[in-house]
């Protein structure tokens, strides 16, 4: 195992990208990182980051903040969980531990939103705790130099790779090693079409040796996505339109949208028609001016199918709560969901 360290660390100091939180040891913004990476890739998340960091340059002043503030700012991100549990942990940080961020694995790990691997990151390179920070780049390394066929998203194959990872960590500088077993997972053992010829550790690599790289690292099937359509209708009023807030356990919490008419399937434009915008007074009439054509918009569970229906009402046709009334031109100062902002795009409204 000592020689398989040596290369993995040797490989690193070579080949190791030049990212900007590598630059620093300061806790938060490792956390700031970790979780912005933790559904979004690195050339998307740098500039994220960057934005994030300047706006919110402490633990203090994202604590300070509004989560409307926030979710603006994380807008283009997705997964905006991540984004409300930053801002409840930073203000647990703020309030109840004056700012000083936790210092080892078990305590990170109590922070909102913060996972395993995510706890052991900020540990190990922070802190220089010993703490082995597994994410899907390291299990596939582990799987594949090792030979290991247990799936790596079940109980068994986390515990199993965690294990193995604790093993290989070394007593002197985790955060380095921790570092050089992700990259090494990201550029040179990547999930497809990986350059095994001219891996440093081919020789002993059990997956190559025995030509089972496409079958490892072995993983549950993932359940079906569900497919959803939404209709949303861009309400225009004197240079005024309607938006509301996301509430409940549903997708995009407390980010802002156009009215919504969900249905169970794909409507042609005469059936689009025929919908009634959600709390519009009975009797009401409206002039449709436009309806896009659907866009589709993938998460992790679920397909959206999104419409954007432009109509024109007159004042006895005022949409009643939950919506509430803004001008046109301040839609861009409300945190909406990307799929929306892409609507607006794609119509020539922003």
């Given at each position: 195992m000592?020689?398989?360290t040596t290369i993995i660390h040797r490989w690193y100091s070579n080949n190791k990208r030049d990212l900007p939180w590598r630059e620093t040891t300061d806790p938060y913004k490792i956390w700031i990182s970790e979780v912005i990476l933790q559904q979004t890739r690195i050339d998307q998340g740098?500039?994220?980051?960057?934005?994030?960091?300047?706006?919110?340059?402490?633990?203090?002043?994202?604590?300070?903040?509004?989560?409307d503030e926030?979710?603006?700012?994380?807008?283009?991100?997705?997964?905006?969980?991540?984004?409300?549990?930053?801002?409840?942990?930073?203000?647990y940080i703020s309030k109840e531990l004056n700012g000083e961020f936790p210092r080892c694995y078990d305590q990170i790990l109590q922070l909102k939103g913060v996972g395993p691997y995510t706890a052991a990151a900020i540990a190990s390179i922070a802190f220089d705790h010993p703490s082995p920070a597994v994410d899907g780049n390291v299990c596939r390394l582990l799987a594949r130099y090792f030979g290991i066929s247990t799936p790596v998203t079940s109980e068994k194959g986390k515990k199993e790779f965690r294990k193995l990872a604790a093993e290989l960590l070394p007593d002197n500088n985790p955060g380095l090693h921790n570092q050089a077993m992700m990259e090494f997972g990201a550029l040179q053992c990547t999930p497809q079409k990986p350059d095994c010829p001219h891996c440093p550790l081919a020789k002993s690599c059990m997956a190559f040796s025995n030509q089972m790289v496409?079958?490892?690292p072995v993983k549950i099937k993932k359940r079906k996505q569900r497919k959803?359509?939404?209709h949303y209708y861009f309400i225009k009023n004197q240079n005024y339109t309607?938006?509301?807030?996301?509430?409940?356990?549903?997708?995009?919490?407390?980010?802002?949208?156009?009215?919504?008419?969900e249905t169970e399937k794909e409507l042609s434009e005469e059936a689009v028609l025929s919908l009634k915008p959600p709390s519009f007074p009975i009797g009401c009439k409206s002039n449709v001016r436009q309806i896009s054509a659907y866009r589709k918009h993938i998460l992790s569970h679920q397909i959206i199918f999104a419409r954007l229906i432009v109509i024109e009402i007159n004042?006895?046709?005022?949409?009643?709560?939950?919506?509430?009334?803004?001008?046109?031109?301040?839609?861009?100062?409300?945190?909406?969901?990307?799929?929306?902002?892409?609507?607006?795009?794609?119509?020539?409204?922003?």
């Amino acid at each position: 195992m000592n020689g398989f360290t040596t290369i993995i660390h040797r490989w690193y100091s070579n080949n190791k990208r030049d990212l900007p939180w590598r630059e620093t040891t300061d806790p938060y913004k490792i956390w700031i990182s970790e979780v912005i990476l933790q559904q979004t890739r690195i050339d998307q998340g740098i500039p994220y980051y960057h934005k994030f960091i300047e706006i919110f340059p402490d633990v203090h002043q994202l604590a300070q903040a509004s989560e409307d503030e926030v979710l603006k700012n994380w807008q283009g991100l997705g997964y905006y969980t991540r984004a409300r549990n930053l801002h409840s942990a930073a203000r647990y940080i703020s309030k109840e531990l004056n700012g000083e961020f936790p210092r080892c694995y078990d305590q990170i790990l109590q922070l909102k939103g913060v996972g395993p691997y995510t706890a052991a990151a900020i540990a190990s390179i922070a802190f220089d705790h010993p703490s082995p920070a597994v994410d899907g780049n390291v299990c596939r390394l582990l799987a594949r130099y090792f030979g290991i066929s247990t799936p790596v998203t079940s109980e068994k194959g986390k515990k199993e790779f965690r294990k193995l990872a604790a093993e290989l960590l070394p007593d002197n500088n985790p955060g380095l090693h921790n570092q050089a077993m992700m990259e090494f997972g990201a550029l040179q053992c990547t999930p497809q079409k990986p350059d095994c010829p001219h891996c440093p550790l081919a020789k002993s690599c059990m997956a190559f040796s025995n030509q089972m790289v496409r079958e490892l690292p072995v993983k549950i099937k993932k359940r079906k996505q569900r497919k959803r359509y939404f209709h949303y209708y861009f309400i225009k009023n004197q240079n005024y339109t309607w938006l509301e807030k996301r509430s409940g356990k549903d997708i995009w919490k407390n980010l802002y949208q156009f009215p919504l008419v969900e249905t169970e399937k794909e409507l042609s434009e005469e059936a689009v028609l025929s919908l009634k915008p959600p709390s519009f007074p009975i009797g009401c009439k409206s002039n449709v001016r436009q309806i896009s054509a659907y866009r589709k918009h993938i998460l992790s569970h679920q397909i959206i199918f999104a419409r954007l229906i432009v109509i024109e009402i007159n004042n006895n046709c005022l949409p009643e709560t939950p919506f509430f009334r803004i001008p046109e031109n301040e839609i861009s100062a409300f945190a909406l969901p990307r799929l929306i902002e892409k609507l607006l795009t794609k119509n020539g409204d922003v």
